[in-house]
């Protein structure tokens, strides 16, 4: 049986009444956390674009966009996918190096509202996108994700099994919809040499692609058989090494979804290891720059090749320099979303430190990656003393988790725009999500909607 037949067959037998308790719960974490991100990052100019693009083009009135418009459920699946990700606070699984709720539930959540289904159809649906999305890209990683952009790619297969979940395909309308959205899968990291707007239209473009091709699937448009594992197929094609056991090793009997992390720096997340190190130096010591002689941080390559910017001329920019966003830790011991100003971009002080940063590869930290995203840190001082400081873990990470009371506090603070009470009822129904429709969800998170014909 080929691999999307498997995935098909898992997505066709997977019901709200198999998933543990935990792993629902989990599911709702991650739903609100979404929502955080999603609603922030909605006035931002590049989804503020997208917004006026679908205003001029129009749509059937099926689903609602975070920006408040009533649009077709391709048009919604696109710019909330896009909104999402752009405040850089998105959840991410380490070893498939995927955001998946930024692909997954916009697909997910414009479906679900368009059909009428229940808080358990979607959490059902967001489940097998979750585990299908990272199953894919722990077998591509980590060389697909030198060129691509692995939110992008392996993100289009997620979203699509999680509407192929909710519009009830049969197995070989699956396996067809699986066909299309692996030829759609693409997204370059060459976007990151000069801060352009294209890591946004990823996200979007691949929730909007799982829709599209469930679409069309429905219609009975058919896609490869064997997209993934084929001699042309997304694996060969796509990945310089592939390890195939990552599609089937527990497949079925555990949950990917419960792996997720969770992100509290507005910063890309290779950043996030040595900005939780600075942050507790931040906490315990006064820093004065005077004293210090350099700081040396000692990563995985993936992370430098990434993030290793010195100089970078845009606060977009200042979230994938590792130099800064350590420099950010040190000085100020935050890195949230507030935390990044133009007057921080430019401040002397971040400045002074970034020139006194060494980065360099970690033999033994970069053989534990993916599986770990660890650094080690260490402040030389002028007097010949040396703080070192080390970790495997980022905070959100499931070895170093963060509270649903933290997810919340994050949400409240992300969304503070609304209404107090409003922002309370999101939370509640979110976190009691199975007990509500989606339209219910909805129209708690959008009190007023614009119809756009």
Known sequence: MGFSNQIANYIVGLSYEQLPKEVVTFTKRCILDYYASALKGRDGVPIQMIHELIREMGGVQQATTVTNVKNSVLNVALLNGAASHIIELDDIHKASIVHAATVVMPAAVAVAEWKRLSGKDLITAIVAGYEVAYRIGETVSPSHYFYFHNTATCGTFGATAAVAKLLKLNENQIVDALGSAGTQAAGLWEFIEDGAMSKQLHPGKAAMHGVLSCLLAQKGFTGAKKILEGNRGFFEAMSEQHDVTKMTEGFGDSFKIIENSFKIHASCRHTHHVMDLLIEYHKGHNVN??????????????????????????????????????????????????????????????????????????????????????????????????????????????????????????????????????????????????????????????????AVT
């Open 289 to 450: 720059l005077k004293e210090i002689k350099k700081i040396v941080i000692s990563t995985y390559k993936v992370a430098l090749d990434i993030t290793d910017n010195p100089s970078p001329e845009t606060i977009y920019a200042a979230k994938f320099s590792i130099q800064f966003c350590a420099a950010l830790a040190l000085i100020t011991g935050s890195g949230g979303y507030h935390a990044f100003t133009e007057q921080i971009l430019h401040d002397p002080t971040i400045r002074a430190i970034v020139e006194k940063i060494e980065v360099q590869v970690d033999k033994k930290v970069d053989a534990a990656y993916p599986k770990e995203w660890g650094t080690n840190v260490s402040i030389h001082f002028n007097d010949g003393s040396i703080y070192k400081a080390k970790t495997s873990y980022p905070v959100g990470d499931p070895e170093n988790p963060v509270s649903t009371d933290a997810l919340v506090e994050k949400f409240m603070t992300l969304t503070n725009d609304l209404p107090f009470e409003q922002r309370v009822q999101i939370v509640k129904t979110i976190l009691n999500l199975e007990q509500y429709t989606v339209k219910e969800l909805v129209a708690t998170v959008h009190r007023k909607i614009e």
